[in-house]
């Protein structure tokens, strides 16, 4: 199971999503792009900027609770430690932060 962060191009809108398939789930948010009747498609909200795994969907769920309830100062704190740049994270090439995320 998987918590992620998604921002728009400008950086103005977090969104915490959870999901058991990270890459699915990224290209679902990058389809539903424009569409007013969700969160994502309404912000356009599909760069990656954080996730994380969990174990088990009990101990995901609540992480995502935990974040959902954070301050934007505390979850761009949370980004910052994994991607001190906030370039968006391409799956396809991370490397857990060593390169993509300028680490």
Known sequence: ?????????????????????????????SQGLGEASCFTGRYQCNLLMYFE?????????????????????????LIAALNPTWAPIDLGTWDGGNSAAGN
């Open 53 to 77: 795994a969990l174990p088990n969907a009990r101990q995901a769920i609540a992480r995502e609770k935990e974040i959902k309830g954070w301050s934007r100062a505390k979850k761009e704190q």
């Open 1 to 29: 199971m998987y918590v992620y962060l998604l921002t728009n191009p400008a950086g103005t809108v977090l969104y915490t999503g959870l999901t058991n398939d990270l890459e699915r789930r990224l290209y679902e948010h």
